[in-house]
């Protein structure tokens, strides 16, 4: 199927959740998996090592962030991470939420809840990557303009927009991509997202110029949405490095949240690349 084969319903792409979809023969490097359902508060390893247990995850942000074992959350001066029981299934799954009116920081007043990782920072150009990544979304999922959820990936630089992300528009999810922080960029329309329902999406990629054979390519529930082979995957120009992943994401720049909106990522996130 091509990247633009029409807005399905994410019930009726729910039906297929779970199909092995894309090359994950290649991807057999483990940089970063996390396992929700595992121990108290979730266990993560990093570079196929060994287990490690977080600490718990109600904690509140100290002027925009705070850390738990190996991650950094993004987050208001409230509780906005907590371990949950998937509504979607068995097991645990972290959730992240922001409320209407949430300040991220002092010098940003719209809401922001997000992860990052140092093992999965500094990402070469050249490489690939597969990420696997359940999740579901609650609450306002129908705000207007646009905001993250899911994922992105962020640059090196502090300013302009990220090379790609996951994210609503117009009660739509959909996949933005750009080859410099000052735009243009190009957005794709996945399906209409409706409440608490399942989105398993697989993500391969490769960074650095199209002429070197960088691609995009996503899938939801087991549908092929996103094909790139003619953009600059990353900022190649500007950066040394690609920059870093940033996961279980809201972000919701325009301040349009209504009420609140969470996600629920997992059970189990896998960042995996190609040796």
Request: net charge negative.
């Amino acid at each position: 199927p091509g990247p633009h084969e029409g807005i399905l319903s994410s019930r009726r792409a729910g039906a297929r959740a779970g199909a092995v979809v894309g090359n994950p023969q290649l991807f057999t490097e483990s940089v970063l998996e996390l396992d929700f359902s595992q121990g108290q508060n979730g266990r993560f390893r990093a570079n196929a090592g060994s287990w490690q247990d977080f600490d718990p995850w109600s904690q509140a942000g100290d002027d925009g962030n705070w850390s738990n074992v190996g991650v950094n959350v993004q987050t208001t001066n409230d509780v906005r991470t907590e371990l949950v029981e998937i509504a979607l299934g068995s097991g645990k799954v972290l959730r992240t939420w922001m409320e209407e009116g949430d300040e991220w920081k002092s010098s940003a007043t719209y809401p922001r809840t997000e992860l990052t990782s140092s093992h999965t920072g500094n990402v070469e150009f050249g490489s690939e990557w597969r990420l696997e990544i359940p999740f579901y979304v609650g609450g306002d999922v129908a705000t207007t303009g646009s905001s993250i959820a899911g994922f992105q990936f962020h640059h090196n630089g502090h300013t302009g927009s990220p090379p790609f992300a996951l994210g609503i528009k117009d009660g739509t999810l959909g996949f933005w991509i750009e080859e410099a922080p000052s735009g243009p960029n190009e957005y794709t329309p996945i399906f209409s997202l409706q409440e608490n329902t399942l989105i398993d999406l697989v993500f391969e990629l490769k960074f650095g110029y199209a002429t070197d054979g960088a691609y995009v390519r996503l899938w939801a529930n087991g549908t092929k949405f996103i094909d790139i082979t003619d953009k600059n995957v990353g900022y190649p120009d500007l950066e040394n490095t690609a920059g870093y992943w940033k996961y279980c994401s809201l972000y919701d720049w325009a301040n349009q949240v209504k009420g609140s909106r969470s996600v629920h990522c997992g059970p189990v996130v896998k960042f995996l690349r190609r040796p």
